[in-house]
C-alpha cells in the first residue's frame, strides 16, 4: 500500500497516526497459545506488538514457539508453574526419554512437523543436540 521499503519509520508512524492506527510495542515475556487440539505454543521472549485500527484490536507475535506443550488432564498445560523445581515431574520426563535422553514428544513433535518417520526424527534430534526447532529446520 505505502511501498514502505525505504520509508523512514517515523514518517511511517506519522501515517498510521493520520489514519488511526497505533502501534504499541508490548513488553512480554511468555506468549502461550491454546489451541483446540491441545498441542499448545509457547513463546519465551517473542516480539509483540499491539496494533488498534479504529478500534479493533491486533496482536502480532514475532518468534518461534520454544515448546509445544499437550494439554493435560483437567485442561492444564504442561508449561504451566515452574515443573523445573519438581523433581516428581524430572521422574515423569525420564520414562518418556529414549536411550539417547531425547523426550518422546521432542520425536513425535519433530516427525508430525517435518513430515518424516520417528527414527529420522530422532536422528535429527541427536544432530541438532536435542533442539527440536533446529531438527525440523535441518529436515526440511
Keep these: 500500500m505505502f511501498g514502505g ?4 519509520p517515523r514518517k511511517m508512524k506519522q501515517m498510521m497516526k493520520q489514519m488511526g492506527i497505533d502501534v504499541e510495542e508490548l513488553d512480554a515475556e511468555r506468549v502461550v ?3 483446540a487440539d491441545g498441542d499448545d505454543l ?3 521472549g ?3 506488538t499491539k496494533m488498534d485500527a479504529q478500534g479493533q484490536e491486533t496482536y502480532q ?3 518461534s514457539p520454544d515448546a509445544v506443550a499437550d494439554a493435560g488432564a483437567g485442561g492444564a498445560t504442561a508449561v504451566e508453574g515452574d515443573e523445573a523445581d519438581d523433581p516428581a515431574l524430572d521422574d515423569a520426563d525420564d520414562a518418556d526419554d529414549g536411550d539417547d535422553g531425547i523426550p518422546e514428544e ?3 513433535l519433530v ?3 517435518a513430515g518424516v518417520s520417528k527414527e529420522a526424527a530422532r536422528e535429527a534430534l541427536e544432530a ?3 533442539e527440536p526447532a533446529r531438527a525440523i529446520a535441518d529436515l526440511q
Excluded at 5 to 8: K, L, S, V
Design 106 to 108: 521432542d520425536v513425535k
Design 33 to 35: 497459545i491454546e489451541t
Design 128 to 130: 541438532a543436540n536435542g
Design 42 to 44: 509457547v513463546f519465551d
Design 111 to 113: 516427525a508430525q512437523q
Design 46 to 48: 517473542a516480539q509483540v
Design 5 to 8: 521499503g525505504g520509508m523512514n
Design 61 to 63: 507475535i514475532v518468534g
